[in-house]
Each structure stands twice: as structure tokens, then as C-alpha cells.
């Protein structure tokens, strides 16, 4: 009744980096806390994901074969406590993403199991989890226990642990579960891409990226050509896109895209909502303007800025005529 | 004529013949000046032309009106020359005595006689013209009901009927008006109707609004003749297919007033358009359909009591760095309570001008309090948005605090607006005190020696009349027997006194971002004191208006002309004051020993602390507190201090023979500094003794059992909403002395979004269906009624909130488990949730609730079909925008994202309304234990990396940016 279960999350083929980031949580807790480190699959084709997560320190790589990829929250948790009673996990980990939102909690509270989520560090004292997360618009955070609890879920927060980069020598075992009290509760009908468009966030190297801050939709075209003339891409925070103000394209963060390949970020009236942080606190270089000292943006900034932003814009529009 | 009294004789009638021949030729004079200045002058205020709303042409009935125009003035035009006509052949031919007497008539006869007319002709002309004449003239005044001469009658009847105050005192709505504001023409009164007969299209409104010169889609004169046009049409009837608001006046009309009350000051007829406005737009905020901004600034100061959305707790910070103590009216009389207002309490720059003010009243020997975190807005700018029952529950806030206070004299402000609001509206919600402006107070202080003038300042200055000052209570001459009495030289804009014009921050625009592109009011009115060349300061005297113009100044381009300046800072100046002066010393030296107490207060709480979390270490979970409390500096407590020394190490080490050591150590050092603690937080025997969860021993979770909880019969679906009252954090708080949760008052307190788009996406489910009901149901203590009312007030039908102080901390599963107990006996058939929580941010209770509840489950949905029936259409946003659709049976649990919908807008009268609905308190003590899921073991503030900050003015920050960009781009 030990060991870590992580339950990999994949999407069009790859498997995804919050998968390989829990690897490296679970590697580095299993000194205090104890293995093995087991990855399960659950995928139509799970044999073609599984070297992608033989990472350093994986112990045991479990493949499940699933009728289909489509995600079903309910298969997810049935197979989980499938997996989970042969394998007898102390901890089983999802991302905090949103899949694992659609099933990390379900599971917890099929189980009985200790139970947290946006997790942002964790450790072992004395072989119980101890978990941090913030509250409070992550101006604080909390660190919590799970007493009686033998078993914890926990769901952790995306681009927050570093991925293991060396190969690892996990043995791999199949397993063959039936899933089939859990199937039938959803039923799939379709995707919808989103609009097309000639934004790539994900493959941009300069982007300047505009939030709540610019006050209305007139000021949308005021910041988009600016970015035009610095040679930037043009980004956003998600109230933007919620607003309707920019598409989805345009959207930086977790539901919107990552910027991996970013060089330079600008971030104008964006405070730093942790999803839009996501997508963005890795660039080595970012300036954030916003008006508010405390704004989170500061905290991952490699310059701040706390001057009025029209002001500011105003001065860059005319450094870049 | 025997029979009768002729008055029309003697010397009396030749005076007559004279005035009128005068009064006549005045007419005709003004006439022929109206028809060149109309034909030639090209006034922007005599064109119809809407320019300012990219007109290019004139509307057909704006044709009419200039052709109705001149058929007026030319047809009064011929009724004069004809009736010069006739008075001359009538002397041609009567050749009387007293000719004379009608001299424009007899130079006319002599003219027309010199030209060769003979008697007979003129006597035959005189036989035409009178008909003429006579049937001109009385077809005219015939007519006078049919065009636009009726404002000749409708005028009188306007100004006879105008209120003495329209603007400082706006009309309060009906106590049982189902709606609110004017939304039709029903809603009009016939005195409203009289208003927009009498207008003569003069103009002089058009040409003074702030808001039509600074080019943003109102004119006061157009406002005002398509309500005419409406009414003419419509004959105070409701048009069918034609909305008031929306339709004949557009809503941005509405907004872009800045209820400055220039145009009605300026009207000839007293017609009265800001208070119709006002009214026009609480129907719009009754509909939620205003500016996002304004309609966060509205929620803001109904979550919050201010604009900035800060914590009460700091309204009064700014007399923090004051070198006196400034005297809480809530606990001691003064003869002066200062009413501050939210920009003098929270915005930065003004904050230097209230301390200021503090330093020139400390300095005057004046006996001032204020009222602290007990004072909110006072409501002026709110009721001018018109979110009017918001504006009551402030007043009645304010007035409540007020007369609750220790005794106080008089009261003074720094701010225009509160001042305009206590002075004229307040009254109508109890007792209040004499209000004076601080510019009078001044004045006074000044003339009478208590402040004295040590150095004039010799300054050459202009004035701003701030208009809820100026206009609507007439203090003109205050701030500027001030400016003189400090020796500066005063010289007036052009537009000054009740002719100012506004800064654009009135009428709640301040919370509305100026469209961009348009040149800001304020930006017009530093212009204008920049004309007048050689200007030292822009004096202000209301915080709205320092905010305003310093912004201008920069954006205008003028910081190098002049610099903007509050009247105070100027009289500080003047009198020399220091910001320390001797007399103050002993209320300093009674600082100083406060705050010595306090500190060794705070220091003997943190010792005391560390006791309690000692004694709390003996429960099972918190253990480690102890080791996280903060170490005490003063040994205060000696007892108690030594007890902690010795219960903390014994908390914090782990035994190595349990499992679990950390949290089953129940210390016996523990025990006996609990017996010298003098208060014990939490009994050590409370908490349940749980079983261990593990894999041979599964807890599924179950539902709270609230077994006297019943649901009403169902009548159509029903959709029970999560929702949660969230917490926020201002830049300054403090943890609660067990280190695990921040307190309390250091919280401002919201619906949560998400579930807001949640409760809206149930709303609309309801609406389409036809029939069923929304449950809101959240877990919270008392307050969280606030966003149930929230809730009920947008439309949700019932609401239930479960409480238990143990839920305080709880985890998301338990909190999930108190809400399935009442979904059990709610039987649904739909349960909607936020995605998360806007301060624990958890994204978990819906998943949580749907398991417990073994109901079928969707997260981060961003569409949703539903039309009752079993099948329940949703699409869920996967990371990068993709969408992945599919069906759920219901019931289901279903997380909504934001964004989904923008959740309508409840007005404080609807939140009122609310409380009529059913609200069922469930009290969750025993059923369940907020601490049987996650045990929160300390709360911190994480350590952060900061940004190094730029430091400059913008351009020199532009420039670092922009080399910084070259350089990464060009390397």
C-alpha cells in the first residue's frame, strides 16, 4: 500500500507536458516518501505513448487499451480505482488541468481518499503528503495535511515542476480493465476547432500581450498595431477573449496557448491570473506593466513597470514610428 | 362712444403710438439681426446638423424645422411691415395733429409721400393692407399652438413650474414603482412634457454641454427635441415597436452626460434635462445595460461601500502619517466631523491634499473626528449613474452612522460631490448637521486669523469651478476670497463661475473610460487655461477634479505651462506650515505611547499565540503550528512564554514508531500550558476520531444526512446553483492567530464569478423552458446571505445556505458532501456549478458533488443545451481553444467557465425585493465536520521574486524598452 500513481493525460497522439512535469514530482518526492513511480496510459494505442513517459526514476509504466481517446471523465475514474486496487497507490496524482478538474475530485471522493488540488509544491514528512496551494488570488499559500488518510489525490498545477529530460528503464505491463459500468455516461459527438487563424502563440518568439488593463474593445486595434510595428504578436489575457474583444487564437495561458517558444513578452494591464502565468512565467525575458504594485504579473516580471499604460503606450508608439 | 370707458386717449395714447412705434421697430431690427445671424454667422448652435454623431446630412425633420424657422421669422417680418404700411397711409391720409407721435410711421408716410403717393392711393392701399395685415396677424396667433411660436406660451409655463434645485436634488423613485426611471412615455409627467414644449432650439445647451464639445453623442437640445418629436407622435402613448430608451434616445446619449448641469443653467426656459436623464438611465440600470467598467465600479461599491474596492479598514489610512491621532467620531464628540469621500480617503495624490487639509485644521486649533471605516460613499455619483436603491442603502448607511456618532457640530468636506449630496439629499434620510465646503472653512479660518499668512504667495493662479460646488450650490466666491487672501493673482478662464465647465468626471463618468480618440473635457479646460497664458497654478478644489486635470495636464501637453494644485496645499503655502509644528507635541507624545502599547500588546497576542497553538498541537492535525507561530520579542507573560517554550519543541518532533507521527503526537507538555493559557480556541476533545482510509478499507464519500430538510414539490425542472461568497485580499492583511486562515476583516467579500455564469446559464435554461425554478445553495456563515440575495435578486427563485464554523477551512470534498445533502433532498434535475472559486480556486466541488451524488459530470463547460428533457447537450474548452462536444443524461452535474454568458445585473432595489423569497438557513453542526477531509496546517505569505522595476517618466521607459527590443530582436 504505497507508491505514486500518476494517470498521463494526452491529447492528438503526444502525451502532455503536465504528465511528464508530475513524473519529476512524483521522482524527487519518492526519496521521502516511497515507490514505486507508476505512469498508467489509457489510450486506444497506449504502447505508442509509453516511451515518451519511460522518464528517469518511472518505475512501472501500466498501459490500459481504451476503445477510444476521446477524454470521458467517468472511464477515467472507474479505471483509476481499477488500477489503483491491484496496484495499491498511496498517492495518485493528476494535473490540475481540465481533465483532471473532470476527474481528479471524483476519484478522491469515490475512494474516501485525502483530497487537493492546484497544487504547487509538495513534500513527504514522515510519509505523509504534505501539499501547498494558494488561495486568495495566490497572495498566500496553505499548506495541508490528510490525516487518516492512507491515500491522496492530488491534482497539480501545470508548469510548476521540471520535467525529467533523461531516458528512464521502467518496465512496461499491460493491463486489461473493464471499464464497462463507467461507459455510456457521456456520449461523444464531435470537436470544433477553434476559428483558423494566422496567430500561433505557441510558435511566436516576441509577443505583446494586452489584459484587462486597456478598458475597452475601442483600444483593441490602438495595441494591436503597435505590436504590428514592434514585430510582435499580438497576445491576450482570457477576460479578453471572454469579453469577445480578441478570438481564441490570441488567447496566452492554460485554456488559451503556451508561448514555448517566446523571447520576449510584454504583458500591458495584465495582473497575472496563475492560468495566464502558465502559459507564459518560463520566458527569460518579460516586461509587465500594470498600474497595480501588487499585481502577480511582478512576481514572475523580469522588469516592472508602474506607470499609467496609455501613457507608456503613448511613448512606445512614437519609439516605434 | 358714450356708452363706454375709452382709456386709449389724450396723452396717454400718444405715449402709446409712441412706444409701439419704438417697441415695433426694436422688433423688426431683432428680426432682420436673427435672419443675417442665422443666414450668415453659420453658429454651430443654430445647426441642426448632428455632426458630432457624423450627421452628413440633415434629417427631413430638421429640414422642416429650419424652413418652420424662417416661415416664422419672415411671416412676423410682413405682419411688421404691413402694420408700418398701414400706420402710414393712415397718416397720409388722415394727416393728424399728433403724427408725430408715431414717428417710424409718419418718416415712412413722409417717404412714401416724397416718392409721389398721392391720398388716394394711400388710402387705397390702406383698404388692402388692413386685411392683410389683420388676417396675417391673426392667423399667426392662430397658429401658435401648431408650431414652434408655442414656446412663447409654453416657456412661461416652464420656468413658473421649475424645480429650485433639478440637478442637486434628483427626484426619488415611487416606493412601489414596479420599474424604474422613465423606460416610456407613460413615465412622463405632464410637467416633463411642459419641459421639452417649451424648448426654442436656442442652442446654448448644445454649446455648453462638456459632453457635445468633447464630441461624444449628446447635445442637450437634440435630447430634448426627439423626446418633442416622440411626444408629438405619440401624444403621451406608448408607440407600439418603438422603445423609448433604446429607440428614440440611444443609450450612449444616456451615458455620456457628466451631470455637470450646464445646460439647464444655462436654459432660458428652465428646462431641466440631467434630472430626465438620470431618470432614463435608471431604467437602463435597472436593465444591466451599461459600460462593463460601471457596472464593476456599481457591484464594487455594493460589495464594498467604495469605488477603489478596498477594505473599509483602510479608508482612513492616509491620517497614518499624520504626527496626531485624528479623533474617531464613532467613540468621542468633536464640534467638526469630517465626511472624507472615496477619492480624498484612497487615491494616492489626494490622499497628500486630505493629510494637508488634517495639518491646516490641526493647525487652527479646530476640534475635528471622522467617522473611519464607518463612513461608504456617499452616494452622489451612484444616484447620478442611477443605481438609485444602491444610492439609498449608502445614504441610509451614512445618515445611520452619523446620528449613531458622539455629538458633533458641524460637518465639512474636501469633496464637491459628497457635499452636494449630504447637503440637499441627505436630508430626506434623518437629521443632518450644517455642511460646509472646506473652501468656505477656509476662508473663514483665514479671514478671522486663525490661519495666518506668513508668506503671500504672489502667485498668478486661475480657478476651476468645480460644478457640484459652483452651479449647483452657488459657492463661487469661497475659494477665491481664499486665493486672494493668500496673495495670489486671480485670473478666470473664459467660461468661470455658473458658466464652468466640467472636468468630465460627474455623473459617475469617472468610472466610465473616455471613448478613445475624442478630446477629454478636462483636456478642453486646460487648454483654455493654458490660453491664458503665463499661468503659475491650476487651482482645484474638489479631488475629482485634481485626478482629472493632472491627467489632462500631462495628456494635454501643458506640464511644462503650469502645475495643478488643490486650494490647500496653496494656503499651507501660505501660512508656512510645517508638517510637525510644536503645539502638536503632546497629542505626538500621547502617539508615541499608544503605539509603544500596542506593540507590546501585539507582542504579549503572539505570545499568547504560540501558547494556544501549543495547546492546539494536542489535536490531531495542527501539530505543527506551534513550530509556524511567530516567535514572541517581549516576554510580557512569563508563565505562559515558558509553557510555549516547552510545548512547542514537543509539538513539532515527529515520533518515529507511528506512521503518522506528525499528526497523532498528543504531547503531555502540551497539557499544562494549556491550564496557564488564559483562553482556549478550540475544546481538545472535538474532533472526531476518524478511521484510516486505505485500500482495504474504502470510504466512498456519502451525502450529509439532513434529516429535516425537505425539498417543496417540484412544478417543472429544477436547477440547483452552487454558489459561493468569495473572499478577496486587499495589499495588507494578517493571519488569525492560529496561523491558518487570514482574518476575517482584512476580506472584501463577492458572489463568485463563475458561479454568477453559472446562476445566469440556470436563468436562461428556466426562461427557455418556460416554466421550473433555480435553487441557489451555498455553504457559508451568515454574510454569505449577501450572494444569495445576490442570486435571488437576478432571478434564482429559492436559496439554501448550510453552515457549520467547522466548514471555515473545509476542503472541497466535504464542502461537496454539505451541498449533496441538500441536493438529495432537492432531487433536481440539472446541478450547475462554477468551474472554481474565485479565492480558493479549488475546480473540484462540482466534480466532487457529482461522484457523491453518483450523477454524471462535465468541467469547464463553455456551451449548454438543455430543454428539459433527458438529454443534455454541453461542449467543453480544452486547452488551445478546441472545443470537444458531447451528450450527458441529466441529471448531471455540469462546471460552467466564464465567458460562457455575461450574467445579468441586480440593481439594490432588486436585492431588496429579494428578500421577500424563500431563504433557508441549514444548520450543518453534527451532521458534518469541516475538518474530516484536508486540515489546512499554516497559511503564509510565499516568498517572491520580484520585478526589478523601471524607474523614469514614461518616455525614458518607452526608450529602455524599445533598446531592449532592438537588442533581443537584433542579437
Known sequence: MSGILIIAEHINGAVRDITKESIGAAVSLKGSYGGPVTVAILSSDPDALAASVNLEGVDEIVTVKMAGDHFDPHIYEEATIKIGEQMKPGLIVFGHTVNGMACAAAVAARLGAGFASDVLALKAEGGEIVATRGAYGNKVNLEVVFPKREIVVLALRGATYPMPTNPGSASVRALDLDVAAAAGSMQHTGYIEAPPSNIDISKAEYILSVGRGIQEKENIPRFEQLADKMGFTFGCSRPIVDAGWLPKAHQVGQSGKVASTCKVYIALGISGAVQHLYGMKHIDTIIAVNTDPEAPIFNVATYGVNVDLFELTKELESQFS | MSWGITFVKGWFYLIMSLMLDLGHLALISGLIYMMVRRASFHLPKLNYLRSYRGEKELRPVASNWRIEDWIFMSVLLVIEFTGFLQEACGLIVDQPAWAIWSPIGLAIANTLTAAGMSVDTAASIRGMNWWMHGVLALAFTAAIPWYKAKHIISAVGSLLFRDKKPLALLPSEPKDAEKAGISSIEDFTWKDMLHLDACTKCGRCHEACPARTAGYPLSPRDFILDLRVYNDEAQGCTIPGIDLVGGVIAPETLWACRTCGACQEICPVGIEHPALIVRMRRHLVEQGKMDPLLRNTITTIGDTGNSFGENSRKRSQWTKALEFRVKDIREEPADTLWFVGDYASFDPRNQKVSQTVARLLKAAREDFALLHEGEKTAGNDVRRVGEEGLYEELAEHNVEQMMGAKPFKQIITTDPHSYNTIKNEYPAFGEIAPISHYSSVLADLLSSGRLKVKKPLNKRVTFHDPCHLGRMNGGYDAPRKVLELIGCEMVEMPRNRDNSFCCGAGGGRIWI????????????????????????????????????????????????????????????????????????????????????????????????????????????????????????????????????????????????????????????????????????????????????????????????????????????????????????????????????????????????????????EALRCVERIGKGEVVAVTVGDPEADTSLLKALAKGAHRAVRIWDPSLANADPITIARAIAGIARAEDPDLIMSGVQSGDQAHGATGTALARILGLPHAAVVVGLDWDGSSKLALARELEGGLRHTFELKSPAVVCIQTGINTPRFATMKMVKQAKQKPLVAVDAAGVIDGSSGYVVRRMYTPEQTKAEMLKGTPPEIAKFIADLVRDKKGG
Request: proline residues 10%; glycine residues 4%.
Open chain 2, 513 to 760: 473610460p473616455d471613448t478613445p480618440g475624442t478630446e477629454k473635457p478636462s483636456e478642453n479646460r486646460v487648454h483654455e487655461a493654458a490660453r491664458l497664458g503665463g499661468i503659475d497654478v491650476f487651482v482645484t478644489c474638489c479631488p475629482k477634479d485634481l485626478v482629472m486635470f493632472e491627467d489632462a495636464r500631462k495628456t494635454g501637453g501643458h506640464e511644462k505651462d503650469f502645475v495643478v494644485q488643490d486650494l490647500a496645499e496653496l494656503v499651507a503655502e501660505a501660512i508656512e506650515l510645517k508638517s510637525l509644528r510644536l503645539e502638536d507635541l503632546p497629542p505626538l507624545a500621547d502617539r508615541i505611547v499608544k503605539a509603544v502599547a500596542n506593540q507590546i500588546s501585539e507582542a504579549v497576542a503572539s505570545r499568547l499565540d504560540t501558547v494556544l497553538a501549543a495547546r492546539l498541537a494536542s489535536m490531531p492535525a495542527v501539530s505543527a503550528i506551534a513550530a509556524a507561530a511567530p516567535q514572541a520579542v517581549i516576554a510580557a507573560a512569563p508563565a505562559a512564554a515558558a509553557a510555549a517554550a516547552a510545548a512547542a519543541p514537543a509539538a513539532s518532533t515527529p515520533s518515529t514508531a507511528s506512521p503518522a507521527p506528525a499528526l497523532e503526537v498528543a504531547p503531555p507538555a502540551s497539557a499544562p500550558a494549556s491550564e496557564s493559557a488564559s483562553a482556549q480556541p478550540v475544546a481538545s476533545g472535538d474532533l472526531p476520531t476518524l478511521n484510516p482510509v486505505s485500500w482495504s478499507a474504502l470510504k466512498p464519500v456519502q451525502p450529509a444526512n439532513f434529516a429535516g430538510y425537505t425539498a417543496p414539490p417540484k412544478d417543472g425542472p429544477r436547477i440547483l446553483v452552487t454558489v459561493k461568497h468569495v473572499a478577496k485580499l486587499g495589499d495588507e492583511y494578517g493571519f488569525t492567530p492560529d496561523g491558518r486562515d487570514v482574518r476575517r476583516e482584512f476580506m472584501e467579500f463577492s458572489l463568485n464569478e463563475w458561479d454568477d455564469a453559472a446562476l445566469e
